[in-house]
């Protein structure tokens, strides 16, 4: 996936409709070829759905830790470390 590493922010770009034309045909030529890719598009996408959709909700602060930590775990076994 390091190739695709370099598209994670184009990607963004897209769903939120601001890549000029001509990175938007190179980056949608990349996802025709990419499952990966097309798969974090979608789930952007519903993402950012569900977020316009829905409505705050404040977690206690020991369950938000549990859970970003818990999400940053499966990122970095999935995709590596973050480069922070």
Same mark, same amino acid.
């Given at each position: 996936m390091s190739r #695709? =590493? +370099?598209r994670i922010q184009e990607i963004a770009d897209y769903i939120d409709g601001e890549? =000029? $034309? *001509?990175v #938007? *045909?190179?980056l949608e030529k990349h996802l025709a070829e990419c499952k990966n #890719?097309?798969?974090?598009v979608? $789930?952007? +996408?519903?993402?950012v759905q569900l #977020? +316009? =959709?829905g409505h705050c909700e404040d977690l206690p602060e =020991?369950?938000?830790e549990k859970?970003? *930590? $818990?999400i940053r775990k499966r990122w970095e076994k999935k995709f590596g470390r973050s480069s922070k």
């Open positions: #695709c =590493d +370099k890549l =000029d $034309s *001509e #938007c *045909e190179k #890719c097309r798969l974090m979608d $789930s952007m +996408k519903q993402t #977020c +316009k =959709d =020991d369950i938000a859970l970003n *930590e $818990s």
